[in-house]
């Protein structure tokens, strides 16, 4: 992947987290045990292709910290509705779950973009956010054919909600808070890590499958 990417993770000792990561790292590779697959955080992508040599250099935790989240839809709760899972044709968006487009979502989307894309332009960062922006938690990295991941679906939507709907209150949510975070998707995913981290406090996690 070009550049380094920022990610919205949901707090580390929260049980969605270990719910989620325990879906990418063992039961989802289990639906598949023909195919390789790839161990990452759980996350959803904010932007990506950021160059360090003309973004943060050798301060990457200095940088994340100036990233202003000052306009209204982002000073207020962010919400992350994650809804169905979807198999795509991507090698990065092979299993997802879809978040939904909300106002502040794509306005902190925008917020990074602006930050580490843009150079500052703000509404060329809006535009695409609005446009090209899709969100998602990605649930499988792999090279199989989409149609593959289509046909066990079932089995998919039973995983999910086995380890997401036992978390949710009556009102969906599955936990609040969590972090921006800076990872160099430059290197093989094996050596992705996080190099910056900036802890959100006003975001909330939401599971809304298909059913609801």
């Excluded at 161990?39 to 360090?52: D, G, K, Q, R, Y």
């Excluded at 909600?161 to 969590?178: F, H, M, R, V, Y």
């Excluded at 981290?197 to 059913?211: G, K, L, Y």
């Amino acid at each position: 992947m070009p550049g380094s990417s920022l990610w919205l993770t949901p707090p580390q000792p929260s049980e969605f987290n270990k719910a989620a990561q325990t879906l990418i790292s063992s039961s989802i590779p289990q639906l598949f045990p023909s195919v390789k697959t790839y161990n990452f955080i759980p996350h959803v992508t904010l932007t990506s292709s950021i160059e360090a040599s003309s973004t943060y250099k050798e301060e990457p935790q200095k940088w994340l910290d100036s990233l202003s989240l000052s306009t209204e839809p982002v000073k207020g709760n962010v919400s992350v509705d994650l809804v169905a899972s979807e198999p795509g044709e991507p090698f990065f968006k092979k299993l997802t779950l879809k978040a939904s487009k909300t106002d502040a979502l794509v306005e902190l989307g925008a917020a990074c973009r602006s930050h580490g894309v843009e150079n500052g332009n703000m509404d060329r960062a809006r535009d695409w956010a609005k446009t090209e922006y899709l969100p998602h938690l990605s649930l499988m990295y792999a090279d199989i054919e989409a149609k593959e991941v289509a046909d066990r679906y079932a089995a998919i939507e039973s995983a999910c909600g086995k380890a997401l709907d036992p978390l949710t209150n009556d009102e969906s949510l599955l936990c609040t808070g969590g972090s921006i975070v800076l990872v160099d998707t430059t290197k093989p995913i094996e050596e992705w890590n996080v190099i910056a981290a900036r802890n959100i406090s006003a975001i909330r996690w939401n599971w809304i499958p298909q059913t609801q």
